[in-house]
Nanobody, 129 residues
Framework: HVQLVESGGGLVQPGGSLRLSCAASGDRLDYYPIGWFRQAPGKEREGISCISHDDSTRYADSVKGRFTISRDNSKNTVYLQMNNLKPEDTAVYYC???????????????????????WGQGIQVTVSS
């Protein structure tokens, strides 16, 4: 049984930082591309970052230059460092294991997409003064 657990979310002021963690049990994250997604109330789920098998990374335009994805294979964990947070970053954040390749970050994603092997349960990030 594979489980993804996100942690590190919470409330932060605009301009602040958070680091999200995605820890896996039951499978090795370094076998797969791992993505971070988010969903704000009333909006579609969107992909914001992904790290591939070869550790190449990609980012949505909305977070490029502010967010950094990385992995620690010894801890079977993927991270999302989020800097200079803005109120529009407020959302539930999810990590996910892809089967083969990263999602197209220019398009919203359906939770039922066959591209995703497992979803985490999600964690709230709120950016507010």
């Amino acid at each position: 049984h594979v489980q993804l657990v996100e942690s590190g979310g919470g409330l932060v002021q605009p301009g602040g930082s958070l680091r999200l963690s995605c820890a896996a049990s039951g499978d090795r994250l370094d076998y797969y591309p791992i993505g971070w997604f988010r969903q704000a109330p009333g909006k579609e789920r969107e992909g914001i970052s992904c790290i591939s098998h070869d550790d190449s990374t990609r980012y949505a335009d909305s977070v490029k230059g502010r967010f950094t994805i990385s992995r620690d294979n010894s801890k079977n964990t993927v991270y999302l460092q989020m800097n200079n947070l803005k109120p529009e970053d407020t959302a539930v954040y999810y990590c996910a294991i892809h089967y083969f390749t990263c999602s197209d970050l220019r398009r919203p994603v359906d939770i039922r997409t066959p591209d995703i092997k497992y979803w985490g349960q999600g964690i709230q990030v709120t950016v507010s003064s």
